[in-house]
């Protein structure tokens, strides 16, 4: 989801332990880079796919950006140009998360329902509405299994305080099942990699886990949300006034490193952009249960090679942020406290500077 992020002159950056700031100044992508890169990163999405979601999303060849701006805006990388997309649907209002489906459908949510938009065919198409009661925010797309995950926010009646809730549509699906988190787990910016194994934040952290059927005894259609906090980065801090606790917002994978904005939690705030070691999934075979820990099997050294892995990427919080399917490519761009510089970064590389005609009109 699109936070507006101001800098406050007062505060510094909040930076995690051994970060390690990488230097501002970025040499400029040209045209006749751009289109080498972008063409190595097509001819690989047939053999790897890495994850998808957020708040912008490449096109299924990784040359174009998708992005929710004041509607739904598309990046144009080998031109370096961008326009408002003309979405074809009178009933959409602000646009809050956007995915990529296998098709190369671009999918969005609004508070009120989830959407496709055909890049082909300039087409829209609502595909839920909400259910009552609930506003939807984010969503995911997995491609292992065609499943639509959407997290909103639940409130009874005006006098109730909002409850997170977690959505799955399945596979040509009309109608929501719930995901059960049974100790309160928040899911924020969910991303699925290519064999479904679920990313997200939580209360600052990132956290790895799987979705997954329901109780067979049941007789709902619910499913289970199955995770663990993988990467503690949150800086948490309780204090007699508006604390500064500054933790990991929206996410997005390469194929090693996993790039995210990092600011204050509530309130107007501060942060940075970035990028540590992706942490890799537990495996195991003897079944799910061996995609977590075991009790008392806390990996330490794991936990310290990604904490020692942080690299401040910018100053402040980038506002766009995504990441190609086959991992590849990397997209971000900082427009809070003023437009800042356009990047690509190719295979975890040192960010590159792209010039977008007219990226800051929207």
């Given at each position: 989801?699109?936070?507006?992020?101001t800098k406050s002159?007062a505060i510094s950056?909040?930076?995690?332990?051994?970060?390690?700031?990488?230097?501002?100044?970025?040499?400029?992508?040209?045209?006749?880079?751009?289109?080498?890169?972008?063409?190595?990163?097509?001819?690989?999405?047939?053999?790897?796919?890495?994850?998808?979601?957020?708040?912008?999303?490449?096109?299924?060849?990784?040359?174009?950006?998708?992005?929710?701006?004041?509607?739904?805006?598309?990046?144009?990388?080998?031109?370096?140009?961008?326009?408002?997309?003309?979405?074809?649907?009178?009933?959409?209002?602000?646009?809050?998360?956007?995915?990529?489906?296998?098709?190369?459908?671009?999918?969005?949510?609004?508070?009120?329902?989830?959407?496709?938009?055909?890049?082909?065919?300039?087409?829209?198409?609502?595909?839920?509405?909400?259910?009552?009661?609930?506003?939807?925010?984010?969503?995911?797309?997995?491609?292992?299994?065609?499943?639509?995950?959407?997290?909103?926010?639940?409130?009874?009646?005006?006098?109730?305080?909002?409850q997170p809730v977690?959505?799955?549509?399945?596979?040509?699906?009309?109608?929501?099942?719930?995901?059960?988190?049974?100790?309160?787990?928040?899911?924020?910016?969910?991303?699925?990699?290519?064999?479904?194994?679920?990313?997200?934040?939580?209360?600052?952290?990132?956290?790895?886990?799987?979705?997954?059927?329901?109780?067979?005894?049941?007789?709902?259609?619910?499913?289970?949300?199955?995770?663990?906090?993988?990467?503690?980065?949150?800086?948490?801090?309780?204090?007699?006034?508006?604390?500064?606790?500054?933790?990991?917002?929206?996410?997005?994978?390469?194929?090693?490193?996993?790039?995210?904005?990092?600011?204050?939690?509530?309130?107007?705030?501060?942060?940075?952009?970035?990028?540590?070691?992706?942490?890799?999934?537990?495996?195991?075979?003897?079944?799910?249960?061996?995609?977590?820990?075991?009790?008392?099997?806390?990996?330490?050294?794991?936990?310290?090679?990604?904490?020692?892995?942080?690299?401040?990427?910018?100053?402040?919080?980038?506002?766009?942020?995504?990441?190609?399917?086959?991992?590849?490519?990397?997209?971000?761009?900082?427009?809070?406290?003023?437009?800042?510089?356009?990047?690509?970064?190719?295979?975890?590389?040192?960010?590159?500077?792209?010039?977008?005609?007219?990226?800051?009109?929207?």
């Amino acid at each position: 989801m699109r936070i507006p992020v101001t800098k406050s002159p007062a505060i510094s950056v909040v930076r995690p332990p051994n970060a390690t700031p990488i230097p501002p100044q970025s040499p400029s992508l040209s045209a006749s880079i751009v289109k080498p890169l972008l063409a190595v990163a097509a001819g690989m999405i047939i053999a790897v796919q890495s994850a998808i979601a957020a708040d912008s999303t490449f096109s299924k060849d990784s040359t174009h950006v998708y992005a929710a701006r004041v509607g739904l805006v598309d990046i144009d990388l080998a031109k370096q140009t961008c326009r408002n997309i003309l979405l074809s649907s009178t009933e959409i209002g602000e646009i809050q998360g956007v995915t990529l489906s296998n098709s190369g459908a671009v999918l969005f949510t609004t508070t009120n329902a989830v959407w496709s938009y055909d890049p082909a065919t300039s087409k829209t198409v609502k595909l839920c509405n909400a259910p009552d009661n609930i506003s939807l925010n984010d969503l995911a797309y997995n491609p292992a299994t065609d499943q639509i995950l959407v997290t909103g926010a639940a409130a009874p009646d005006p006098y109730s305080s909002e409850q997170p809730v977690i959505l799955c549509l399945q596979k040509d699906g009309k109608q929501f099942a719930n995901v059960r988190a049974r100790y309160g787990a928040r899911v924020d910016s969910p991303v699925f990699t290519a064999d479904g194994t679920l990313f997200f934040t939580c209360v600052g952290d990132l956290w790895m886990g799987y979705i997954q059927a329901g109780d067979s005894d049941s007789n709902t259609r619910d499913l289970d949300l199955t995770a663990y906090r993988c990467a503690p980065l949150a800086s948490l801090i309780d204090e007699n006034t508006s604390p500064p606790s500054t933790g990991l917002h929206d996410i997005a994978l390469s194929q090693h490193s996993v790039y995210a904005k990092y600011y204050r939690m509530g309130g107007s705030g501060w942060g940075s952009t970035l990028r540590f070691k992706r942490p890799a999934p537990l495996s195991g075979d003897d079944g799910d249960d061996d995609r977590l820990p075991s009790v008392g099997s806390t990996d330490w050294k794991a936990l310290q090679r990604i904490i020692d892995s942080v690299q401040v990427l910018d100053d402040n919080p980038c506002s766009i942020l995504c990441a190609s399917r086959d991992g590849s490519l990397v997209f971000y761009y900082n427009s809070h406290p003023m437009p800042g510089d356009i990047h690509l970064i190719h295979h975890d590389g040192k960010p590159a500077i792209l010039h977008i005609k007219g990226l800051d009109d929207w």
